[in-house]
Each structure stands twice: as C-alpha cells, then as structure tokens.
C-alpha cells in the first residue's frame, strides 16, 4: 500500500485546510485509517481515526472540535477537514493505514504510512 497525502501548506489563525490522503498498491476499504502529526521538537501524536465503514471516527480530545475526518472507499480516499486553526497546529501530518479495520491511537495500531504533508499556521 502507498499513500501519498497532500493539501498542507501556509495558512494564517482561524483559517482552514482539507488534507487529502490518496491509496494506492491495494485496497485500503477494509482498514481504519488515520491521521497523525509531528511537530518540530516532538514525538508523533495522535490526531483522528475513521473505520474501514466510516461509521466509526475518533479523534484527539484537544481537537476533535475543529478537525474532521472522512473517508470515500469508493476513490481509495481519506481527508481531514481543518477549521479554525491555530499556531500550535502546525506540524507534518501523516496519514496511515491501520493493521484492522479499527486503528486506534496508537502508531502501533498502523502498518502503512505516508510521506506526510506540511502544515504551517501562522499568527
């Protein structure tokens, strides 16, 4: 499985952005899928989850009010919706395939993951 995210770039406070997360290699439709991020300094964190139906999403409690995640299996696609964002979001973001059909919190629970995607927010 390859992923291969896009959608990142510069964007001021309360400004918004939809990261894409396009599969290729094998279908993806019976994985979780996930989103994760890597700030400078840091370690990978959490940041949303979608089952392999979507009817089963979970996200970072600091962000669950602003973030969304979604999935077309139809299109081999997954995408995180980013509103209201803010200074301390910016990161690279990663999006993953999970080893089941529910991923989790934990990188653990991925087995394939993009090259990540640069989110810079400015103040």
């Known amino acids: 499985v390859q992923l291969q995210a896009s959608g990142g770039g510069l964007v001021q406070a309360r400004g918004y952005l939809r990261l894409s997360c396009a599969a290729s290699g094998r279908t993806i439709s019976n994985n979780a899928m996930g989103w994760f991020r890597q700030a400078p300094g840091k370690e990978r964190e959490f940041v949303a989850t979608?089952?392999?139906?979507?009817?089963?999403?979970n996200y970072a409690s600091s962000l669950k009010d602003r973030f969304t995640i979604s999935r077309d299996n139809t299109k081999y696609m997954v995408y995180l919706q980013m509103n209201s964002l803010k200074p301390e979001d910016t990161a690279v973001y990663y999006c993953?395939?999970?080893?089941?059909?529910?991923?989790?919190?934990?990188?653990?629970?991925?087995?394939?993951w993009g090259q990540g995607t640069l989110v810079t927010v400015s103040s």
């Open positions: 979608i089952s392999w139906t979507g009817r089963s999403t």
């Open positions: 993953a395939a999970g080893r089941s059909s529910y991923g989790g919190t934990s990188t653990g629970g991925y087995q394939y």
